[in-house]
């Protein structure tokens, strides 16, 4: 079935870090892939999309492409800050048959220090 | 405009028993989802209403049910609880179908002992 995979956590960074949380996929056709955030004690949120090859995705500084010859949408931010402390999910979303069955990788916990 | 709004936010039942949640989608959505998280199994699609029909369910026993009703609130059941039905419940609200711009509730706590 279709599946997503994501790094292992917790990833700790610095303030004004690089960050880069990968994130791969299995699917039998060509789904939307999303990537979420969840702060603490709050639910989760979209964070961005991208619904065919080679787009990206942006949102609050964060990015990330479409990777259909990797199946791969990494999620990166050129300078993080202590504000983006979260789990970020990443997301698959295949509509097959008129039914969309959405899948979520396990998160991954992001922890920035000042 | 409302968020999401789930209650109730904790509960703790005993094994056996059955629980009801509930689940206040944004105004003018029209889907909701339900999703249960564990920390072992990360978080699970469980079943998505829309227009008061299941669209959609995952891969959970048929202890897990839910409805959804005429001004789109949804209700999700758990009959016969087990330990292992411990985790976050989550239920997320969109405007069309699919992951596309799901909106999510805090989530209801459940603790089964």
């Known amino acids: 079935g279709d599946s997503v995979t994501q790094m292992e956590g917790p990833v700790t960074l610095s303030e004004e870090a690089f960050l880069t949380i990968n994130c791969t996929y299995t699917a039998t056709g060509y789904p939307s892939l999303f990537w979420y955030v969840q702060y603490p004690g709050e639910g989760l949120q979209l964070l961005l999309k991208a619904t065919k090859a080679d787009d990206k995705g942006s949102n609050k500084g964060f990015e990330a492409t479409y990777r259909k010859e990797t199946t791969s949408f990494h999620l990166e931010k050129g300078s993080v800050q202590v504000s983006d402390s979260a789990v970020y999910f990443c997301?698959?979303?295949?509509?097959?048959?008129?039914?969309?069955?959405?899948?979520f990788g396990r998160g991954t916990s992001l922890i920035v220090h000042p | 405009k409302a968020g999401v709004t789930q209650t109730p936010r904790y509960l703790i039942k005993t094994r056996g028993q059955q629980v009801t949640l509930s689940c206040s989608p944004i105004?003018?959505?029209?889907?909701v989802s339900w999703y249960q998280q564990t920390p072992g199994q990360g978080l699970q699609f469980l079943f998505e209403y829309f227009s008061e029909t299941q669209r959609n369910k995952g891969n959970f026993p048929g202890r897990f049910s839910g409805r959804q009703f005429s001004n789109s609130r949804s209700e999700m059941n758990v009959s016969t609880l087990e330990l292992g039905d411990s985790a976050l419940y989550l239920c997320?609200?969109?405007?069309?179908?699919?992951?596309?711009?799901?909106?999510f509730g805090p989530g209801t706590r459940l603790t089964v002992t």
């Open positions: 997301a698959l979303d295949l509509a097959s048959g008129g039914s969309y069955i959405p899948t």
């Open positions: 105004s003018g959505h029209r889907s």
């Open positions: 997320a609200s969109s405007r069309t179908r699919g992951a596309d711009e799901q909106y």
